[in-house]
């Protein structure tokens, strides 16, 4: 059964915390992405993985970074989350790049106060 | 640079009426792949089409969608709504395969009875 999952599925934080999201698959897929939805401004990418330690930004990668040191594994870290980082989180992996189907995971809502 | 422009906001329809949600695009690129996400409440975006093949109709789950290059469009058809297509919808745009999607803002479809 082909999954992604990510953790938290919720989360609140205060202005200036760090905030760290994990995102796994099990379906072996070389690519992982992060993207952040909002409303009226649909997904929007912040980071592409092509495989371990092989990241490039997105169109929005400012105030983010990522880590992957797993295929399976894709983390999103906020180094001092500010308030216009609320948003709904996104994990998705493909099998090679985005021409190949995306699977998303089931998000992560984040709150920062 | 790329964009994908679509049918905005909210489609609000009667059950049984047919569906129709535009999405054009913009690339430099000569052979695009455009995909429909569609996204229900309470699960993970999902991959509805997909095509890179010009004036091919491509159909899943009742729903059909042609790529026309010469139009830069990629149109989202259902004959007849039902209550469960009732979610938001993504038209989204990959130029190559290194990069990410592109998304539309992305259109929520209310269907009632």
């Known amino acids: 059964d082909m999954k992604v999952t990510q953790m938290p599925r919720y989360l609140i934080k205060r202005m200036g915390e760090n905030v760290l999201l994990e995102c796994g698959q099990d379906m072996s897929h070389e690519t992982m992405y992060w993207y952040r939805q909002d409303p009226g401004l649909g997904l929007q990418l912040i980071y592409i993985s092509y495989d371990v330690d092989s990241n490039s930004e997105g169109d929005i990668p400012k105030g983010y970074r990522v880590s992957r040191k797993k295929r399976e594994h894709f983390s999103l870290i906020l180094d001092s989350a500010k308030t216009n980082q609320t948003s709904v989180y996104f994990c998705?992996?493909?099998?090679?790049?985005?021409?190949?189907?995306?699977?998303f995971g089931p998000g992560t809502r984040l709150l920062v106060l | 640079g790329d964009s994908v422009t679509q049918t905005e906001g909210l489609v609000t329809l009667t059950e049984g009426l047919p569906v129709m949600l535009n999405c054009t695009y913009q690339t430099i690129y000569s052979n695009p792949f455009l995909f429909w996400y569609v996204h229900y409440l309470n699960e993970s975006p999902r991959l509805l089409l997909k095509?890179?093949?010009?004036?091919k109709r491509t159909e899943h789950q009742g729903f059909h969608a042609t790529l026309h290059k010469s139009s830069s469009s990629f149109h989202l058809q259902k004959s007849s709504a039902q209550l469960s297509d009732s979610a938001l919808y993504y038209c989204?745009?990959?130029?190559?395969?290194?990069?990410?999607?592109?998304f539309g803002l992305g259109t929520r479809v209310s269907v009632f009875p």
């Open positions: 989204a745009l990959s130029e190559n395969y290194a990069q990410g999607l592109t």
């Open positions: 998705a992996s493909s099998y090679g790049g985005s021409q190949d189907t995306q699977y």
């Open positions: 095509s890179s093949t010009d004036n």
